[in-house]
C-alpha cells in the first residue's frame, strides 16, 4: 500500500477495518434518566482537572443511565456514569468524569475522537411497572442502582433543552509508544441537532457501591436533589481544543459551530483537527 493510500484512508483502527465508521453520529429516541446529587467538596476537587472549575457552594454530581438504541454506526447500547456540573472561562457546562457501556465501537470511537472515559460493563435502563431503573454491573459486581418514578410530572422543557444544549467537557489522553503522553487536552464539544420529545421529573434514589476499577462510589451520595427522564433525537458533533496540558497553551471559546464529518483523509482537516505531528526535534 503506497503512503497516498494510507494517507487517503487513514481515519480510525485498524487501517482496512475501522473499529467504528464515519459519523454524523445520529441518535434516534435517546432515552436519559439522569439523578443529580450533591457530594463531598474535597472528592469533586480531587477528580475535576484545572482550568475547569466546580461550585463550592453547590458540589454536585449527576449520574446518568442512557438507552441509545438506535444510534448512527454504533447501534443499540445502553451506557451509565457521572457528570461534574462545572464552568469554564465563565461558561458553565459539564465535565464527564466516568462512562461504562456494553458496545465495542462507541467505547473505541468515543475515546479516540473525543477522549471519552468509557469502560467496558453491563448497565441498564427500563421501566419496571411504575418505576424507571437503571443499573450498573462491573463484571458479577452491581455498583450502580437508580430509581425513579415513571412520567410523574412534565419537567421544564425549555431549561432541559437549555441543559442538554450547554457545552461539554473531557480529558483527553492518547499515549505515545514509550509511554509517555502523546496527547493531553481539554476538550469542548455540544450535542446538536436536538428534538426534544419530552422530560419528566419524579422522586428518585440512588445507590453505590464500591468497586476498584468502577469507582462511581468514590463520589458519595450525601442527598438526592432532582431526578429527570429525558427522550431526545440528537447528533453528537465534533469537539474542539480548549487547553494543551503539554504546552499549557489555552485556546479562545468561538462561537458555536457545526462540524462536517465528510472524511477526505488527513490531508484536508484544519490545522486544530488534524493528527497530532511531532515537533522537529521529537522522534517519530
Known amino acids: 500500500m503506497r503512503v497516498a493510500d494510507i494517507r487517503k484512508q487513514a481515519f480510525a483502527m485498524p487501517l482496512t477495518s475501522p473499529a467504528y465508521p464515519p459519523g454524523p453520529y445520529r441518535f434516534v429516541n435517546r432515552e436519559y434518566m439522569i439523578i443529580t446529587y450533591r457530594t463531598n467538596p474535597a472528592k469533586l476537587r480531587a477528580v475535576v482537572p484545572e482550568p475547569l472549575q466546580i461550585d463550592e457552594r453547590e458540589p454536585l454530581v449527576k449520574y446518568e443511565f442512557i438507552r441509545m438504541p438506535d444510534s448512527t454506526g454504533f447501534g443499540d447500547y445502553t451506557e451509565s456514569g457521572q457528570v461534574i456540573p462545572v464552568a469554564f472561562q465563565g461558561r458553565k457546562g459539564g465535565y464527564t468524569h466516568c462512562m461504562f457501556l456494553n458496545d465495542d465501537p462507541p467505547i473505541t470511537g468515543g475515546r479516540e475522537i473525543w477522549g471519552f472515559p468509557k469502560k467496558l460493563a453491563s448497565p441498564t435502563l427500563h421501566t419496571e411497572v411504575d418505576a424507571l431503573v437503571g443499573t450498573l454491573d462491573y463484571g458479577p459486581v452491581r455498583v450502580a442502582t437508580g430509581t425513579m418514578g ?91 481544543v480548549v487547553h494543551d496540558y503539554l504546552t499549557d497553551r489555552y485556546s479562545k471559546p468561538r462561537e458555536k459551530r457545526r ?26
Open 150 to 240: 415513571y412520567k410523574h410530572r412534565q419537567a421544564d422543557l425549555q431549561a432541559v433543552k437549555a441543559t442538554l444544549e450547554a457545552p461539554n467537557f473531557l480529558l483527553k489522553i492518547i499515549p505515545h509508544v514509550d509511554g509517555s503522553a502523546r496527547i493531553c487536552e481539554l476538550i469542548e464539544y455540544h450535542l446538536e441537532d436536538i428534538s426534544l420529545k419530552g422530560a419528566w421529573t419524579a422522586p428518585a434514589a440512588l445507590a453505590l457501591v464500591p468497586h476498584a476499577l468502577a469507582p462511581v462510589a468514590d463520589l458519595p451520595v450525601l442527598e438526592v436533589v432532582s431526578a429527570v427522564h429525558i427522550v431526545a433525537d440528537l447528533t453528537l458533533g465534533l469537539g474542539e
Open 259 to 284: 462540524h462536517s464529518f465528510t472524511w477526505a483523509g488527513t490531508q484536508n482537516l484544519p490545522a486544530l483537527e488534524r493528527p497530532f505531528e511531532p515537533a522537529a526535534h521529537e522522534s517519530c
